[in-house]
């Protein structure tokens, strides 16, 4: 903590640690951008974005539990892309709350919508309550309605200035599902505004924004995710596994109905035989965790040269839009 006092001002951040401060990287950016340099491991970036980091003008984080609040679209989102960086955060003593801005009505093929949303509000609780969650709260919007409307930005404002966390993250706004790329554009809009004191004036404004990162996506227009947050989430699969269990209406019913492989939820009989049934969730949902792995192989071993490189990995880029993040920052994420 002592560190952070010492840090210089608002305009020209050099990163905590000062591994990479003598080597005078840090840009200084006039009015509204901040930049950082971070040090992590064998690799050193730097970070463009919209918010100063912590620093004695604008706050550090405060002491005590480390906050994460993970909002996605609908209620499954932040269990697919985030729940093994979830597990593995909660068992290092970090809060997270997971949240869903639209209430998933729309996710199932023989339940009608009201009963949907019943449904799966019931599920976030038992997956809360598996994965450890502080939280999974649903904001309601319609599924496949979303737009980012001065309501809606308003609401998740009011929402992430009440919890405060010290990151959010959320969806790209190039990813596929409209109701993603609401979500996402929400949060970005927000990140600015949550230190404007006169707007929504019934929750205190941040001086100390949230770092905002965008949850990982195949998507390459206009780019590919760039990989500035690798976990390794190996050890956490069959917990990560235990969370998507309590989604029913969707593991095992509307998404398998989606992807045509009733026939092999069917095999798995009442989910008694936990090894198949894990078996089953890795297969159609730890993928892209997989392709992960593959796809920034290269950037894990710059960055971890001593780390093999693991078969599951959840990755997440640093958006422009919230606080610059410090090497401290990104430490105490990584672990
Ligand atoms: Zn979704």
Known sequence: MATRKALVGRRAFLGLGAVVAAAGAAAIAKGAAEVSTVKTGGRTRKFVAACPPSSREYGTRRPGSTRVMVIGAHPDDADILCGGTAVKLLERGFKVKFVSVTDGRMGHHRLSPDETAQTRRAETLEAARRFGLDGYDIYGYPDC?????????????????????????????????????????LVMDAGYLLGVPHWCEDRKAQRLRPVILYM?????????????????????????CDGLDAQVSQFYDWLS???????????????????????????????????????????????????????YMEVYEVSEYGRAPTEDDLKTLLG
């Open 216 to 240: 990982t996506d195949p998507f390459t227009y206009p780019r590919e995710l760039r990989p500035d947050v690798m976990f390794d989430v190996d050890a956490q699969l069959d917990k990560w």
């Open 145 to 185: 309605g979303l737009y980012p409307t001065d309501d809606a930005r308003r609401l998740v404002a009011r929402k992430i200035r009440e919890y405060e966390p010290d990151f959010v993250f959320t969806h790209r706004t190039c990813d596929y599902h409209a109701d993603h790329r609401a979500t996402g554009q």
């Open 257 to 311: 109905w989606d992807k045509g492989v009733e026939a092999e939820v069917a095999a798995l009989g009442d989910r008694s035989d936990i090894a198949a049934r894990n078996a089953y969730l890795r297969k159609y949902w730890a993928a892209r965790k997989q392709r992960d792995a593959e796809r920034f192989a290269d950037a894990w071993r710059e960055e971890f040269p001593e780390r093999p490189v693991p078969k």
